[in-house]
């Protein structure tokens, strides 16, 4: 037993897609994922960063699965159309045009597992254990340290009943399941509806939408569940990794794939108690196979 | 078809859905279907309700199609998998913090239920259709996981037995005796009428001793009848001779013994926090809706005892509220899928 092989073509150079990359380090806690080795005899799987990047040699090999990741706009031509298993795409609109070989994964994708959706019931409890106001609105804007590495504002958005959002860290916010008010400017970059997952204002009036948008309790509940489904349609690299894996066929040794799938799909990290719990069940029932199971696992 | 039909059970706890579950499979039969129950052990403890949920995850189940009614069994995974959502687990939710729940403040808790609800969300979400017992279940499945359902009623146990009777001098209280049920206002509200009344507390639990010092205390002691648990035929008898039936839980899901009072032709006592209750009782049409104090109880007993002929219309009112209820298009719209 061990991961299955996962063999990476890339272009030379650093990646200008950091979504595609946060792709890429999820995959990796689930596969063996190597640089591209023509010596190597057997892989169970082929990512290919872009059309480019793929030796022939690859495109014949049709023993193992093949995902390509495709620039905006851009069709794959005939040979890869018949060969490429998935799809590697940057938005919702382009997936409907290839159809369930489509992968969504937006260039401002981010893993989920770091910034979990939090429902309005635990945020007001959250609050309250912590004795901050219920009402609590944060305003995060372009000049804050985001994406994503900044604690301070990610944790504001997990705790605020609502966020005035401007820049990356809207994606955090979607991924936080927040309520936020945003500028025309950023819900366009970022392809966000008013009124379903955001609501648009006028930059000088953020703050005071947003605390409108506190003070009522079902509209606020129903744009974060929509932050939280655009979310997971188009930004969030582990849900994506997941849909990549299934297209391309699991190979998580038995008894624990079915365990740590099921898992996936209700969306439990991997160092969840929960799932760790589980990982527990199966080790006493497998100890020889410790090591085995605990690489697979993770 | 072949149908399973999916329920999680506390090993020795038998309740309203146990009962509903197997009456299912007793229907579903009766249209023709081949209908098994599909039962799995469940812990209610924050430690250990996730364990559950994961194994119904993993149970294989060949059917044409499975309906899973309570938390957790509706994580099973089919391709035809329709809810019919008795309740999710409630101390996680609005019972959050509350005396019956062990969900609290602590990080541990807030992360479970951050947890929960996002397995709530992604299994109830996978089922063709979300129906549930009663409007409030389905208000709650709104608010704390945004999913919308539909609610599809079904007739109460008994409801065939159930017949009218003279009014008589005694309101039936027939209730488990925990907490959630609020027993204790029954007891307290006899204090506060003026009417020579009695009051028929049949059912058991754990506040059963708690209760009879409470009547001690309130000096009701002798007007108070606790014949615990009774049997069909006895409950059956007990709804034809009542003047009135009180129900005053908090909160409840659909209860059953609104219905029941109906089908018999009794007016129902309720407050305005009963939860699925009010989708049946009808303040001045089929019973009185009180605040949940024994000041307003007791009022509402002394108003029917004073008028008989009124607390008749009630419950004829009541009947006729319940005279549709069926399991024809229970079965009908659970395998439409």
């Known amino acids: 037993m061990g991961l299955p092989i996962v063999e990476l073509h890339s272009d030379r150079g650093p990646s200008q897609r950091p979504g595609l990359l946060a792709l890429l380090r999820v995959l990796h806690e689930r596969c063996d994922l190597r640089a591209f080795d023509p010596n190597r005899p057997a892989v169970w799987a082929r990512v290919a960063t872009s059309t480019g990047s793929i030796p022939p040699a690859s495109l014949t090999d049709t023993r193992a699965g093949l995902a390509v990741s495709l620039g905006r706009g851009e069709q794959p031509d005939r040979a890869m159309s018949s060969r490429a298993t998935a799809f590697i795409v940057e938005t919702v609109e382009e997936a409907e045009r290839l159809g369930d070989r489509a992968i969504v994964v937006a260039d401002d994708a981010i893993d989920g597992a770091d910034h979990p959706p939090l429902g309005p019931l635990n945020r007001v409890r959250r609050r309250a254990a912590l004795g901050l106001p219920d009402a609590m609105v944060v305003d995060v804007g372009l000049d804050d340290d985001f994406p994503v590495a900044a604690p301070a504002p990610a944790t504001g958005l997990a705790l605020a009943a609502s966020a005035a959002v401007r820049g990356p860290a809207v994606v955090v916010g979607l991924a936080l399941g927040t309520p936020m008010t945003t500028d025309e400017p950023t819900a366009t970059a970022f392809g966000l509806r008013d009124g379903h997952e955001v609501i ?53 040794p038995d008894p624990l794939r079915r365990v740590r799938e099921r898992l996936d799909e209700l969306a439990t990290p991997v160092v969840d108690e929960r799932a760790l719990r589980a990982l527990a069940a199966v080790i006493e029932l497998s100890p020889d196979h410790r090591r085995d199971i605990v690489g697979a696992w993770s | 078809m072949d149908i399973c039909i999916c329920g999680a059970q506390v090993p020795f706890v038998l309740g309203g859905a146990e009962l509903a579950t197997e009456r299912l499979v007793t229907a579903l039969r009766d249209h023709g279907h081949r209908a098994e129950l599909v039962r799995l052990p469940s812990a209610w403890d924050r430690e250990r309700i996730f364990d559950a949920a994961l194994a119904w995850r993993l149970v ?278």
């Open chain 1, 200 to 252: 648009v204002a006028h930059p000088g009036e953020l703050l005071r939408v947003a605390h409108e948008l506190a003070a009522n309790a079902p509209l606020a509940a129903s744009i974060g569940r929509g932050a939280t489904q655009r979310f997971a349609a188009a930004f969030d690299a582990r849900g994506a990794a997941m849909r990549l894996l299934a297209r391309l066929g699991t190979t998580i």
């Open chain 2, 60 to 337: 294989p189940i060949d059917a044409d199609l499975v309906i899973a009614t309570n938390f957790p069994s509706y994580f099973v995974r089919h391709p035809r998998k329709i809810v019919w959502l008795f309740h999710q687990h409630r101390a996680a939710y609005d019972g959050f913090g509350g005396p019956w729940s062990d969900f609290d403040d602590s990080e541990e808790s807030l992360t479970a239920q951050r947890l929960l609800t996002e397995w709530d969300s992604r299994a109830l979400a996978e089922a063709s259709s979300i129906c549930t017992i009663s409007e409030v279940v389905a208000d709650r499945l709104h608010r704390f996981n945004g999913l919308r359902s539909e609610a599809l009623y079904h007739p109460p146990p008994l409801f065939e037995a159930l017949h009218d009777g003279p009014f008589g001098d005694y309101i039936l209280c027939p209730t488990r005796l925990e907490g959630n049920k609020r027993p204790q206002l029954g007891v307290e509200a006899l204090a506060h009428t003026d009417a020579d009344l009695r009051l028929v507390l049949a059912g058991n639990g754990s506040l059963a001793p708690a209760l009879d010092e409470l009547a001690v205390r309130e000096g009701v002691r002798d007007r108070l009848e606790r014949p615990g648990f009774v049997a069909d035929d006895v409950l059956v008898e007990l709804f034809a001779g009542a003047l009135a039936v009180l129900y005053a839980p908090f909160d409840e899901d659909y209860g059953y013994v609104t219905l029941q009072a109906f089908a018999a032709g009794k007016p129902v006592v309720t407050t305005v926090d009963a939860g699925g209750v009010l989708e049946w009782v009808e303040d001045g049409v089929t019973g009185i809706v009180t605040d949940p104090t024994p000041e307003a109880l007791g009022a509402a007993m002394s108003r029917l005892a004073a008028d008989p002929a009124w607390a008749e219309k009630l419950g004829a009112a009541g009947r006729e509220r319940v005279a549709g209820l069926s399991w024809d298009p229970v079965v009908e719209r659970l395998t439409r899928g």
